[in-house]
């Protein structure tokens, strides 16, 4: 929010990589339709698009028709690790490092310690939540996907 002399993807790179010198992490239960989390994390990126920010595959498996969210979650213990994975979010590769987690799921309840900002596509609309849920509302929002 505070770099207001970058624009576009140009500002969400460099806002990336001061997130990595930063070192973020945090302690979390993530509980979900199938399954539950509970450990530490680097990040978590949920959503019903594969793209986020215009750049960023950070969900590569998820199909805005399918009635589900999808989620990523990862923990990378070192700013070495976390570089790594950053150019390989531009093409959705970085799910196939064993660092990372991609489920589906209709709602996605987490608990972190200490509290987590929350952005939605890249906007931070929140500095410190310590209780995130996310739900499926269907047919709520009419979505236009093209034919198959």
């Known amino acids: 929010m505070r770099m207001v ?3 576009g993807v140009i500002r969400y790179l460099v806002a990336a990589l001061r997130a990595i010198n930063d070192q973020p992490r945090w302690n979390m239960h993530l509980v979900w339709d199938a399954g539950e989390y509970h450990g530490p994390v ?3 990126s949920v959503g ?4 986020t920010g215009g750049l960023f595959r950070m969900a590569p498996a998820a ?3 399918d009635g589900r969210l999808t989620f990523v979650l990862g923990y990378a213990p070192t700013r070495r690790k976390m570089l790594s994975l950053l150019p390989r979010t531009i093409n959705g590769s970085f799910v196939r ?3 990372i987690q991609q489920h589906h799921t209709t709602r996605l309840q987490i608990s972190c310690e200490p509290a987590t900002p929350i952005q939605l596509d890249g906007e931070i609309r929140s500095q410190a ?3 995130v849920v996310y739900q499926v509302l269907p047919a709520r929002l009419d979505v236009i996907v093209p034919a198959a």
């Open 5 to 7: 002399r970058l624009q």
């Open 42 to 44: 680097s990040l978590v």
């Open 48 to 51: 019903n698009c594969p793209l």
């Open 63 to 65: 199909d805005p028709a």
């Open 97 to 99: 490092d064993p660092a």
């Open 129 to 131: 939540l310590f209780e």
